[in-house]
């Protein structure tokens, strides 16, 4: 089975800090993805990543980064937390074109608070 | 730029019974992939069911399947014989053909399906 894992499942930081927020999946995909899901708004992609040191910006990119040193890791960045960063972050992988269509696997999840 | 929406954003059902979700979008792509995606409370989010809008047959998984209206842009979920697990939000989402080899997906808001005993 496909297993996507994130960091942690809760955070609460301060406004300002530096924010890093990590996932990992095991099964040698090449696609990465960030989302933040916001209740009403459903889920809206941040960064997506199609190989490593390969980002590409989607739909709300403000206010955060991403890296992807190995191909199993992609990571997120808020480089200085507001609280209108409060939100559900959830991160998915998926194959490439060889792959099933571009199904996502998706991590459980981190529950972010920026107080 | 493609859209998705779920016009419901809370249902409920006895068990046993089935239910409907609705789905609609928009685009000006011929060929794409649509999905049903499951997140159970405080559980990780699932593929439920996946269609390929080339092919004319609606897309089954056991009890889930859909309907899928390409002319209309519908893609609506039907849960037959409900089941108390299946209390989660549920998810439409959309993809392009052309950009299978990323992946990205375009959500809808979510539909909240609370299962009753």
């Known amino acids: 089975d496909v297993k996507v894992t994130q960091s942690s499942r809760y955070l609460v930081k301060r406004t300002g800090e530096k924010v890093f927020l990590e996932c990992v999946q095991d099964m040698d995909h090449e696609n990465m993805f960030w989302y933040r899901q916001d209740p009403g708004l459903g889920l809206r992609l941040i960064y997506f990543?199609?190989?490593?040191?390969?980002?590409e910006k989607g739909d709300i990119p403000e206010g955060y980064s991403v890296s992807r040193e190995k191909k199993e890791r992609f990571s997120l960045i808020l480089e200085s937390a507001s609280t209108n960063q409060t939100s559900m972050y959830l991160c998915a992988s998926s194959p490439g074109t060889s792959g099933r269509g571009g199904t996502q696997y998706f991590g459980p999840g981190t529950r972010l608070l920026v107080l | 730029a493609q859209t998705v929406t779920q016009s419901q954003p809370e249902m409920s059902v006895q068990e046993a019974e089935t239910v409907t979700l609705s789905c609609t979008y928009d685009?000006?792509?011929?060929?794409?992939?649509l999905f049903w995606y499951k997140q159970p409370p405080s559980r990780q989010m699932i593929l439920v069911i996946r269609?390929?809008?080339?092919?004319?047959q609606n897309a089954t998984e056991n009890r889930f399947s859909v309907n899928f209206q390409k002319a209309a842009k519908s893609f609506s979920l039907k849960i037959s014989d409900s089941q108390l697990g299946d209390t989660a939000m549920y998810f439409c989402a959309f993809m392009k053909h052309g950009s299978s080899n990323t992946g990205k997906l375009i959500f809808g808001q979510g539909t909240t399906l609370q299962v009753k005993p």
């Open positions: 990543s199609y190989d490593v040191k390969m980002k």
């Open positions: 685009t000006s792509e011929s060929n794409y992939y």
């Open positions: 269609q390929e809008a080339y092919k004319q």
